[in-house]
């Protein structure tokens, strides 16, 4: 089966970085990716990481490391509009089925 | 936005009741997929189609079943509803496309929040 862990919970200030950490335990990796979810909102795509490396899109970037079964958020010069929750996802472990298992989602809360 | 479409937006419901909840799309997409989300859990997978009468069992299948009769409909049914259903529903549609599969966004439903009394 597949398993991901992000931490429940992380606080940053206006305009700084933070980081999002995902580690993931998958039968077959068929890349990472990263959804945003504004409270009472459905949540919509970020990002996506086959390979290793640092994928950069605007303020955000996301890394994968399929070695080390990691991968980050990267969140920069953060506004306050970011306060979401965060989400990482891996497709089914035999690739084809189109199935995808989320983490159970970091809030992040960005103050002034 | 993706042309997705979840009716009721709102249910409440009695124990015991049958439910159904459904999504449409504009799309034509051939993935359709059906999750619940409850605080502390995530986003958890229920039952998703890959075709027109082709459905699959997700994480947490029991006590529901699904119908997709066409391509742009997928019913998300509770037989006897339960207060361990209460929920947030979210519909969420991908685009297949070959050599891309891995690579396909979901693209989700405003979602269908069913309370169960």
């Known amino acids: 089966g597949q398993s991901l862990e992000q931490p429940s919970e992380v606080t940053a200030v206006e305009g700084a970085i933070v980081q999002i950490n995902c580690t993931y335990q998958t039968s077959g990796f068929y890349g990472l990716s990263w959804y945003q979810q504004h409270d009472g909102g459905a949540p919509t795509f970020l990002s996506y990481?086959?390979?290793?490396g640092l994928e950069e899109t605007g303020r955000f970037s996301s890394f994968l490391s399929r070695s080390d079964s990691y991968g980050y958020l990267l969140l920069q010069e953060l506004q306050m509009k970011d306060s979401a929750s965060y989400f990482c996802?891996?497709?089914?472990?035999?690739?084809?089925?189109?199935?995808?298992?989320f983490g159970q989602g970091t809030t992040l809360q960005v103050k002034p | 936005d993706a042309g997705i479409t979840q009716s009721p937006r709102h249910k409440v419901t009695e124990t015991g009741t049958p439910v159904t909840l459904r999504c449409h799309q504009t799309e034509n997409h051939r993935y359709m997929y059906w999750y619940r989300q409850d605080p502390g859990h995530g986003l958890r997978l229920i039952h998703y189609s890959y075709g027109v009468k082709d459905t699959d069992k997700g994480e947490v299948s029991d006590g529901y079943s699904v119908s997709r009769s066409k391509t742009e409909d997928f019913l998300l049914t509770l037989e006897s509803a339960t207060s361990s259903q209460t929920s947030v529903y979210f519909c969420a549609i991908s685009e297949f496309q070959q050599g891309r599969l891995y690579n396909s966004p979901l693209h989700f439903g405003n979602g269908t929040r069913l309370t169960v009394t």
């Open positions: 996802a891996v497709r089914d472990g035999s690739g084809n089925t189109g199935k995808l298992i």
């Open positions: 990481n086959a390979l290793d």
